[in-house]
C-alpha cells in the first residue's frame, strides 16, 4: 500500500509494478488526486487507486488491514500516525524520512512483532547513508582508524536545463527549500576536534566549495545537525563530521541576501499583502528614504554593488516588479517569497534534474594519512523520469521488495546503515545506473 502519488513515487510505482506479476503483489495508492495515481498506474492490472481518509480512525484500518507493507510518502508529521496503526494491525512499514522520537519510540513493539519499520530510504536520507556505511565499513575492514568524513548532497537543475542566474529550479518540496536550516535544533558539526554551531543568519555565509571532476564546482553550506550522525556511523573518535547541501557557486550569496532582507522569516503573518506588489514585498524590509529607490535601498542595505551579481539575481526573481502582486491574504514572508520563487524556478516539462552526492573519507592506516572521496552524478531524462524520482523511488523499491520477500533478518525502527541492508541495495541499484566512482587521493587536511 503505498500513501502518497506525488513526483518523487514515479519511479517507486514504476518499479514495483514492473515486478507485480514475477512476485505476485498487487499495489493499492491513494493520493488527494485520484488523476495523478490513475495517470501513474497507466491502466496496469497490478496497480490499483483506493480512496483513504487519514483522519478517520476506521478508514486507515480498513485499508492498513489487507496490506502487507505499507509505504508512507505523506508529510513526514503523519508517520507516527501510520506507524501506530501498522503496530496494531502487525504491518511492516517504510518511509524515506529521518527517525522521529515519535518513531524511535515504536522500535521495542516492532522487534516484538517481528515487524521492519525501515525509515530514511530515499536519497537524502538514504542512499547517503548506504554509500557512507560501504566505504566506512571497507575502511574499518582493513584496520583504517577514520579521522574525518564529509557528504554533500544536491537536488538540482541539470547543465542542459541550466538557464538562470540562480542556476537552481525546484526538484523537491519548495517550502522546505525555503525554510532550509530554519528551527530542528540548529546547525551542528564537528571540526578538527572542535564543535562548530552555525546561526541560521549566517548559514549561507560558511560554505565549502567542492569540484567533482567534469560536472565541475559545487558549494555546499552545512545541513542540520551532522553530530547525531557520529553514532549511527559509530564514528565515535572521529575528528570531522560534516554533512552539507550542495547549491552551484553564487547561489548562497543570492540566498544569504534574502535572509538578510527577512523575506525568509516563517515566524508572523503580513498585513494587507492580496494587492502588494512584488516591489512593495521587497520595500516592505527597507528603511523609508523617500528620494531613495527600492533598488537603492535595498543594495545599501545589504552592502551590494547596485549592478553586482547578487542584485542582478535578486532583480531576476522579479523583486523589483512594479506590476506582479501576491495575490495572497494571511501569509508569511517565507510564503510569499515561495510564491514569487515558484514562478521563476519551476522545472519545466522539457527540464531535466540532476542529483549530486559526494562522501569524503580521512583515515589512519599503517601510520599512514590517507583519503577516499566517493561521487554519484545521476540525471533525470524527462519530467517522469527525474534524477530526484530515481534516487529516492529505487531504493524504496528495492527495499520492499526485500521485506515482502522476508531476506531481512533486523527487526525494528531501522536505517539502512546495517550491510544486510544496503549491499543487496547498493549492488542493485548500479545495474539501474544509481553507480559511485570512489577513488583514492591525496590526503589532505580537513
Known amino acids: 500500500m503505498l500513501l502518497g502519488a506525488g513526483k518523487s513515487a514515479n519511479i517507486l510505482i514504476d518499479y514495483i509494478l514492473e515486478h507485480a506479476v514475477a512476485e505476485n503483489w498487487e499495489l493499492h495508492i491513494t493520493d488527494l488526486d485520484k488523476d495523478t495515481v490513475l495517470s501513474k498506474i497507466k491502466d496496469r492490472p497490478h ?11 476506521q478508514s486507515r484500518k480498513q485499508s492498513i488491514e489487507h496490506a502487507d507493507l505499507v509505504i508512507s510518502m505523506l508529510p513526514a508529521m503523519f508517520h507516527p500516525i501510520i506507524a501506530n496503526d501498522c503496530i496494531r494491525l502487525k504491518k511492516h512499514l517504510i518511509t524515506p524520512s529521518y527517525i522521529s522520537d515519535e518513531m524511535k519510540g515504536l522500535d521495542k513493539d516492532a522487534k516484538a512483532l517481528g515487524l521492519v519499520f525501515l525509515n530514511e530510504i530515499g536519497v537524502d536520507p538514504g542512499i547517503d547513508h548506504m554509500s557512507a556505511m560501504k566505504v566506512l565499513d571497507e575502511i574499518r575492514s582493513k584496520g583504517g582508524k577514520i579521522t574525518a568524513f564529509e557528504s554533500f ?3 538540482l537543475v541539470a547543465p542542459q536545463s541550466d538557464d538562470n542566474p540562480w542556476h537552481y529550479k525546484f526538484t523537491w518540496n519548495p517550502r522546505n527549500v525555503v525554510l532550509a536550516g530554519q528551527g530542528l535544533g540548529g546547525i ?10 552555525i546561526p541560521y543568519h549566517k548559514m549561507f555565509q560558511r560554505t565549502e566549495m567542492i569540484e567533482i571532476g567534469e560536472h565541475g564546482k559545487f558549494e555546499g553550506y552545512a545541513n542540520r545537525d551532522s553530530l547525531k550522525y557520529q553514532e549511527a556511523y559509530d564514528l565515535h573518535d572521529v575528528q570531522t563530521m560534516y554533512r552539507g547541501t550542495f547549491r552551484r557557486p553564487g547561489f548562497c550569496d543570492g540566498w544569504d541576501a534574502l535572509i538578510q532582507l527577512g523575506m525568509t522569516d516563517d515566524s508572523y503573518v503580513m498585513a494587507h499583502t492580496e494587492n502588494m506588489t512584488y516591489r512593495d514585498f521587497t520595500n516592505s524590509f527597507l528603511k523609508y528614504r523617500k528620494h531613495d529607490s527600492v533598488e537603492i535601498k535595498t543594495a545599501y542595505y545589504l552592502g551590494l554593488d547596485i549592478d ?8 531576476w526573481l522579479g523583486l523589483f516588479d512594479e506590476t506582479k502582486t501576491l495575490g495572497l491574504t494571511n501569509v508569511t514572508p517565507a510564503q510569499a517569497l515561495q510564491k514569487i520563487l515558484e514562478e521563476k524556478w519551476e522545472l519545466k516539462p522539457n527540464d531535466d534534474d540532476m542529483i549530486v552526492m559526494w562522501h569524503k573519507f580521512n583515515y589512519e592506516l599503517n601510520g599512514e594519512l590517507k583519503e577516499i572521496n566517493s561521487s554519484m552524478v545521476v540525471m533525470g531524462t524527462d519530467s517522469h523520469n527525474t534524477a530526484m524520482a530515481q534516487t529516492v523511488g529505487l531504493p524504496m523499491g528495492i527495499a520492499a521488495k526485500m521485506i515482502l520477500n522476508g531476506t ?3 527487526h525494528g525502527v531501522v536505517m ?3 550491510p544486510e541492508i544496503y ?7 548500479e545495474t539501474l545506473g544509481v553507480v559511485f566512482t570512489e577513488e ?7
Request: neutral net charge; hydrophobic residues 30%.
Open 47 to 57: 496497480g490499483h487507486y483506493f480512496e483513504f481518509d487519514l483522519n478517520s480512525d
Open 153 to 155: 548532497t544536491g537536488g
Open 188 to 197: 551542528k558539526f564537528l571540526h578538527n576536534g572542535r564543535y562548530k554551531y
Open 308 to 315: 553586482g551579481d547578487i542584485m542582478k539575481r535578486l532583480k
Open 408 to 410: 531481512l533478518s533486523t
Open 416 to 418: 539502512p546503515t546495517l
Open 423 to 429: 549491499e543487496p541495495i547498493l549492488k542493485e541499484l
Open 440 to 446: 583514492e587521493v591525496e590526503a589532505k587536511p580537513s
